[in-house]
Every structure is written in structure tokens, then in C-alpha cells.
């Protein structure tokens, strides 16, 4: 048996099994809860359409079903198009993973087709995503925290759903943010790396858009303005949109390898630290703490 199958079981003993990360009866979705609801017929509706809908949601299924199995979960996503519901949601209960996915979020003007597979992957992330994981009653459950899914969504989930693209191609006529480029410029020199790169940190930026909108917050996120402010302990509610921004832009610039995976218990497996030299990489300051880690790294 595998260590991740293990501590996976050892977790589902432990915990009860009907805790849910983004819970579908609470307060915790990818976002706040939220009364913006944005039917299927709704005419100002400008995100994306059923079929990309659909592709996005294959694409991700396709790269990670194998991959949930032999962590010991069955992958179930619910496809929720007709729902205007404006969230997402994952839950555990035995050994399915489910993922819930609504037309609403999808519709929304600030999503696009890369943007929507962030959430995916996002979601994907309370399941596989690895420490930090979020706290309740005091004790650590299944989930990784908001940020981390964040995280581990742009820097795992992401580059793997995209690997086998010709990301050069895709993001040739697409708006690439100026600061984006210049950053993954500075730290990849293989051109399809860097593609990928900016691919990944613009997605994050229409994600982190719709977070802006939803708290209807008076100012844009931008790439030149990332939260300079450290917590003193990590934070395992949702960051505020700019810091989540600020966790995609890291995220992308990050070069450990897709295939390391993350560690269930020490956050520094798998992901870029400051004590490894990778700052830039690294989750920011504006939401983790790796002193207030099991693991101070």
C-alpha cells in the first residue's frame, strides 16, 4: 500500500466522512456564499458555453481519474449546466471524491475557458492538494485549505491538464498581462515552459476577478499590486482576492516538477519554500505562515 492510500485511509478512520471543503449546505464554496444566481437563459450571461463547459470538465477527468484511484477515491463530478448557481464545491464521503460544478460560476463575464479549468482544478485541490489542510472542531480534516487548493491547482493540476498542449499556440493571440510575461520570461527560458507559464497566471487572473466582483470590491487585482502584509498564522478561509492572485502569479512561477507530488502532512514536499531558495515560487505571505506549520520551513 502506498503512503498517500495509508494516510488517506488513516484520515477517512479518523474523521467523519460527511465534512466538506467549499461545503454545498454552508458558507464555504470556492467563494463566500452569494445570492448572484445566473440562469441558463439569462441574456447577459458572457462567460462560457455548454460545450466548453463539458470540455474543460473532460479534460481535467480524463488526467486525474487514474490518479484519485490510486490515492484510494472515486471521482465523481457533478455537471450542474443548468444551475445558475455562482460556486463550487467538494466533498468526501467514503471513497468518493466528488466535485460539484454549476453553470452559474461558468457564466459568469469574468470566467473564461482556462479560468473555469482553474476552478476544477481548484476543487480537485481540497482533495489532492496536501498540507496545509483545513482545521474544524480543532482538528485537521481531509481538505486542503483555500489557499493551498489555490496553490496546488496552478502549480500541479493546471501544468498537467495542459502538459500535452501546444500552450506557445494557444496563448499566441491572447492578451498576456505585461508583468506576466516578464516574470515567466525571467524564469523560464524553454519557450513552451513560458508559455505554459503565462497561460497559468492568466487563468488565475480571471479567477481572481470573479472573487473581485463577487465581494464587489471598488479595485481591480493586478499582477503590480500584490499584498505586502504578512499573517502571523496561516489563514484557512478565502484569501482576499488580490492575495489569491497573488497565490496563482507564485504558483506559475514555481519550478518543481508536476510529478513530485505533495505531501498530506509537510507543506514543503512538492512545493516551492523560502528555505529552499525558491521565493518566488513560493505560497506568498498574505495567507501562509510556515512558522505556524507542523513543519517550520
Not at 441558463?40 to 470538465?57: E, L, P
Not at 528555505?275 to 518566488?280: P, S
Amino acid at each position: 500500500m502506498s503512503l498517500l492510500k495509508f494516510i488517506a485511509m488513516i484520515a477517512a478512520l479518523s474523521f467523519s466522512a460527511n465534512i466538506l471543503a467549499c461545503d454545498m449546505h454552508g458558507t464555504t464554496g470556492i467563494v463566500e456564499e452569494n445570492d448572484l444566481y445566473i440562469s441558463v437563459d439569462d441574456k447577459a450571461a458572457a462567460g462560457i458555453n455548454k460545450f466548453q463547459f463539458n470540455r474543460v470538465i473532460d479534460k481535467v477527468v480524463n488526467v486525474y481519474k487514474e490518479i484519485v484511484e490510486d490515492n484510494g477515491g472515486q471521482l465523481v463530478v457533478e455537471r450542474k449546466w443548468m444551475d445558475g448557481t455562482v460556486n463550487a464545491y467538494a466533498k468526501q464521503k467514503g471513497d468518493t471524491w466528488m466535485v460539484s460544478m454549476f453553470g452559474g460560476l461558468a457564466r459568469h463575464s469574468a470566467v473564461t475557458e482556462d479560468g473555469f479549468t482553474l476552478v476544477v482544478c481548484h476543487e480537485l485541490g481540497h482533495h489532492l492538494g496536501g498540507a496545509p489542510k483545513k482545521f474544524r472542531n480543532g482538528k485537521i480534516v481531509w481538505a486542503s485549505n483555500e489557499g493551498q487548493a489555490d496553490y496546488w491547482g496552478t502549480m500541479k493540476c493546471l501544468r498537467k491538464v495542459w502538459a500535452n498542449e501546444r500552450n506557445s499556440a494557444v496563448m499566441q493571440n491572447k492578451t498576456v498581462d505585461k508583468t506576466v510575461r516578464n516574470r515567466c520570461a525571467a524564469t523560464y527560458r524553454d519557450r513552451e515552459k513560458m508559455a505554459l507559464c503565462t497561460r497559468t497566471a492568466m487563468a488565475g487572473k480571471s479567477i481572481a476577478s470573479l472573487f473581485r466582483a463577487l465581494r464587489k470590491l471598488p479595485n481591480n487585482v493586478s499582477f503590480t499590486t500584490p499584498v505586502n502584509k504578512p499573517v502571523d498564522t496561516t489563514y484557512h478561509g478565502h484569501p482576499m482576492p488580490q492575495c489569491r492572485l497573488d497565490t496563482f502569479m507564485r504558483a506559475s512561477l514555481c519550478q518543481v516538477p508536476t510529478y513530485v507530488d505533495v505531501s498530506y502532512v509537510d507543506p514543503s514536499v512538492g512545493t516551492c519554500t523560502r528555505a529552499g531558495g525558491q521565493i518566488n515560487g513560493s505560497r506568498p505571505r498574505c495567507w501562509y505562515n510556515p512558522k505556524s506549520s507542523r513543519y517550520n520551513r
